[in-house]
């Protein structure tokens, strides 16, 4: 249980065109969606926390009007690079945290990662 | 908000020896600290986590120490292979709420050599 998948798994676009990616959790609902990026060899940066229904919260430092997050159900929430540029160039990760019982749990289920190349 | 450091960025072993990795973290609010792998062009996987009421968590080869009077908190892996080979970054967080979130060391590149 307790799966996510992310689409696509690689991109590459041109320079000022928007690239949608997509999070799915499978078989759970997933009360708060996260979405990351990671650097090679670097860490997992927070982005921004999405609740279903809601608007995102953003991380300080990142453009919401560059990065759009809609959460619209309690298993998809999309992430939309606009105006991309070479310099959006990353692994972008997904992960959910799910309600099982009633309760929220505190575990964060990963999606395997979005490669986004910017020419 | 949270800073968590971790320590080593590196480290080596032969295989059938222990590594040990220590975290810090910096707000006294957080009381959920998983540890996940990560494996080259892959997703982190969650392999241990422990919460404030616990000092020490077991699970087969994998345990975790955490002490919360001194904000730090360990991942112990023992008798390693090579297939332990990944990068390990810990985490911190407030446990549910709206203050929830993890926030991640830097990870250490673990290599297990055979």
């Known amino acids: 249980g307790a799966v996510v998948s992310q689409h696509p798994s690689r991109v590459i676009c041109k320079s000022g065109t928007s690239v949608k990616i997509e999070c799915r959790s499978l078989d759970f609902q997933a009360t708060t969606m996260f979405w990351y990026r990671q650097f090679p060899k670097q860490s997992l940066m927070l982005m921004a926390t999405?609740?279903?229904?809601?608007?995102?919260?953003?991380e300080q430092g990142v453009e919401k009007d560059k990065f759009l997050i809609n959460h619209a159900s309690l298993t998809l929430s999309t992430l939309t690079v606009t105006s991309a540029h070479p310099e959006d160039s990353s692994f972008y990760i997904c992960?959910?945290?799910?309600?099982?019982?009633?309760?929220?749990?505190?575990?964060?289920?990963f999606g395997p990662g979005t490669r986004l190349t910017v020419l | 908000g949270e800073n968590v450091e971790q320590h080593p960025s590196t480290l080596s072993v032969q295989e059938g020896d222990s590594a040990v990795i220590k975290c810090t973290y910096s707000?006294?609010?957080?009381?959920?600290f998983p540890w996940y792998k990560q494996e080259l062009g892959k997703r982190p996987q969650l392999i241990i986590d422990?919460?404030?009421?616990?000092g020490e968590k077991k699970d087969q080869r994998i345990a975790v120490t955490l002490n919360k009077t001194a904000k730090h908190f360990s991942l112990h892996i023992t008798e390693t292979q090579p297939e332990d080979s990944a990068v390990y970054f810990c985490a911190a967080s407030p446990s549910g709420g709206s203050n929830y979130k993890l926030t991640f060391g830097k990870g250490t590149l673990l290599t297990v050599n055979p």
């Open positions: 992960s959910a945290r799910g309600r099982w019982g009633g309760s929220t749990t505190d575990t964060q289920y």
């Open positions: 999405s609740n279903e229904g809601s608007k995102a919260t953003y």
């Open positions: 422990i919460r404030s009421n616990v």
């Open positions: 707000d006294s609010a957080s009381n959920y």
